[in-house]
């Protein structure tokens, strides 16, 4: 009799977990898509700058921002899948309003409209995924999670890279579509997401993110923020700087998303295993160093560095994210923590972007200088900062051990 009840709550937990990787996979695709075009529905399509069209990737920070704000007065008035869904509504109105949209403006108006409904698609799922099991495959869970989120974006880069040839705008239509077949998929399985173990609730006038979570909000920021360099300043100061042409950059985008997918998973189960601080470091060291390799590309030829050093950058971050996770934030967390962490996670990377645009508009060097020393700089801060948040960490736990 347990054996049966056993194996139907085991059912129950994977079934929970995949509905939320296959809501997260499809939420991320729209967001990849444009990588690949960027220049083409920036600089192209505006005539903006190279630095100016940064904003387009920053701006989503404000509506993270009024997210949080509206998930913080309406608190537990409504629920999971209708907050989810009505996301996915909002996601595709505003990517067609973006496609059909002929002002830099309005453009980026409507970008920030759609930044808000992306917290929501993503750590609704996130949550969802996080509940489906017991705490010690917690961090492995969250790989799996990460695995079907890359390669959604690889899948994601490749149709950008395919659609955007002819035009640019058609990436933004095809998103809006797939926005509608997710909202379409949450609408059937509504009840699966609403049978989400419930959080704790905070106590009056107290912040819902307990102390270590606010690190793991800085990993999350941090992470982000190279992410943006790597999304946004690479393809731009390569399409600037190197020439390299939009399949060859999909190629490499792909191949790092790929990278990403594979080993997100075993990084977690090694974060089960071994601990979140340990991989977290080596993770760190391994993005690191392969954004310093980056550098090797004002000596050699693009085809020959861009690929192994972004293979190397996504092995690397795969374990990232789910070592966070593990050392930083708890299971049972709320909509409310996952969408605070999620916007963390958008700040970092609105920081990221905006300081690599400042840098590409007030630093006067040509495009393939500024992509050799920009990178590799990067790498070693990145580092640097990992340590100083793991150390912070550590004095923590030693805090709360002598407190015991």
Same mark, same amino acid.
């Given at each position: 009799?347990?054996?049966?009840?056993?194996?139907?709550?085991?059912?129950?937990?994977?079934?929970?977990?995949?509905?939320?990787?296959?809501?997260?996979?499809?939420?991320?695709?729209?967001?990849?898509?444009?990588?690949?075009?960027?220049?083409?529905?920036?600089?192209?399509?505006?005539?903006?700058?190279?630095?100016?069209?940064?904003?387009?990737?920053?701006?989503?920070?404000?509506?993270?921002?009024?997210?949080?704000?509206?998930?913080?007065?309406?608190?537990?008035?409504?629920?999971?899948?209708?907050?989810?869904?009505?996301?996915?509504?909002?996601?595709?109105?505003?990517?067609?309003?973006?496609?059909?949209?002929?002002?830099?403006?309005?453009?980026?108006?409507?970008?920030?409209?759609?930044?808000?409904?992306?917290?929501?698609?993503?750590?609704?799922?996130?949550?969802?995924?996080?509940?489906?099991?017991?705490?010690?495959?917690?961090?492995?869970?969250?790989?799996?999670?990460?695995?079907?989120?890359?390669?959604?974006?690889?899948?994601?880069?490749?149709?950008?890279?395919?659609?955007?040839?002819?035009?640019?705008?058609?990436?933004?239509?095809?998103?809006?579509?797939?926005?509608?077949?997710?909202?379409?998929?949450?609408?059937?399985?509504?009840?699966?997401?609403?049978?989400?173990?419930?959080?704790?609730?905070?106590?009056?006038?107290?912040?819902?993110?307990?102390?270590?979570?606010?690190?793991?909000?800085?990993?999350?920021?941090?992470?982000?923020?190279?992410?943006?360099?790597?999304?946004?300043?690479?393809?731009?100061?390569?399409?600037?700087?190197?020439?390299?042409?939009?399949?060859?950059? !999909?190629?490499?985008?792909? %191949?790092?998303? +790929?990278?990403?997918?594979?080993? *997100?998973? =075993? $990084?977690? &189960?090694?974060?089960? #295993?071994?601990?979140?601080?340990?991989?977290?470091?080596?993770?760190?060291?391994?993005?690191?160093?392969?954004?310093?390799?980056?550098?090797?590309?004002?000596?050699?030829?693009?085809?020959?560095?861009?690929?192994?050093?972004?293979?190397?950058?996504?092995?690397?971050?795969?374990?990232?994210?789910?070592?966070?996770?593990?050392?930083?934030?708890?299971?049972?967390?709320?909509?409310?923590?996952?969408?605070?962490?999620?916007?963390?996670?958008?700040?970092?990377? !609105?920081?990221?972007?905006? %300081?690599?645009? +400042?840098?590409?508009?007030?630093? *006067?060097? =040509? $495009?393939? &200088?500024?992509?050799? #020393?920009?990178?590799?700089?990067?790498?070693?801060?990145?580092?640097?900062?990992?340590?100083?948040?793991?150390?912070?960490?550590?004095?923590?736990?030693?805090?709360?051990?002598?407190?015991?």
């Amino acid at each position: 009799m347990f054996a049966t009840i056993n194996a139907q709550k085991e059912h129950k937990r994977s079934k929970n977990l995949l509905i939320g990787c296959l809501l997260l996979g499809l939420a991320a695709i729209p967001d990849a898509m444009v990588v690949p075009v960027l220049h083409d529905l920036t600089v192209v399509k505006f005539g903006v700058s190279e630095g100016v069209a940064h904003y387009f990737m920053a701006v989503n920070l404000l509506g993270a921002v009024l997210a949080i704000g509206v998930l913080a007065v309406l608190k537990r008035r409504f629920s999971s899948s209708t907050l989810f869904i009505a996301a996915t509504i909002i996601s595709s109105i505003m990517m067609a309003c973006m496609a059909m949209a002929d002002s830099w403006g309005l453009f980026l108006a409507i970008r920030c409209l759609e930044g808000g409904a992306d917290i929501l698609l993503l750590s609704i799922p996130f949550r969802l995924i996080a509940g489906a099991g017991n705490k010690d495959r917690y961090a492995g869970r969250i790989g799996g999670g990460f695995t079907a989120m890359m390669i959604a974006l690889a899948i994601g880069a490749g149709l950008g890279g395919a659609l955007g040839g002819e035009s640019a705008e058609s990436v933004l239509w095809a998103g809006s579509l797939i926005m509608v077949v997710l909202a379409l998929i949450a609408a059937n399985v509504r009840s699966i997401i609403d049978k989400m173990p419930p959080s704790p609730l905070p106590a009056a006038n107290r912040c819902p993110l307990i102390p270590r979570e606010w690190v793991g909000a800085g990993f999350y920021a941090i992470d982000r923020a190279l992410a943006a360099l790597v999304s946004t300043s690479l393809p731009i100061l390569l399409a600037s700087g190197f020439n390299v042409p939009k399949v060859t950059l !999909a190629v490499a985008l792909v %191949g790092m998303f +790929l990278s990403l997918a594979a080993f *997100s998973a =075993p $990084a977690g &189960l090694l974060a089960d #295993r071994y601990g979140g601080g340990r991989v977290r470091l080596v993770a760190s060291l391994m993005c690191g160093l392969s954004l310093a390799g980056l550098g090797l590309m004002a000596w050699l030829p693009p085809e020959i560095i861009l690929l192994p050093s972004l293979l190397m950058y996504g092995v690397g971050a795969s374990g990232l994210m789910p070592s966070a996770f593990s050392v930083a934030v708890r299971q049972d967390a709320s909509n409310l923590v996952f969408s605070s962490l999620q916007t963390a996670g958008q700040a970092g990377f !609105a920081i990221g972007v905006l %300081g690599g645009g +400042l840098l590409i508009t007030s630093i *006067s060097l =040509p $495009a393939d &200088l500024m992509f050799s #020393r920009m990178f590799p700089i990067a790498g070693v801060i990145f580092i640097a900062l990992n340590c100083l948040l793991l150390f912070a960490l550590g004095n923590m736990a030693k805090r709360q051990c002598s407190e015991v």
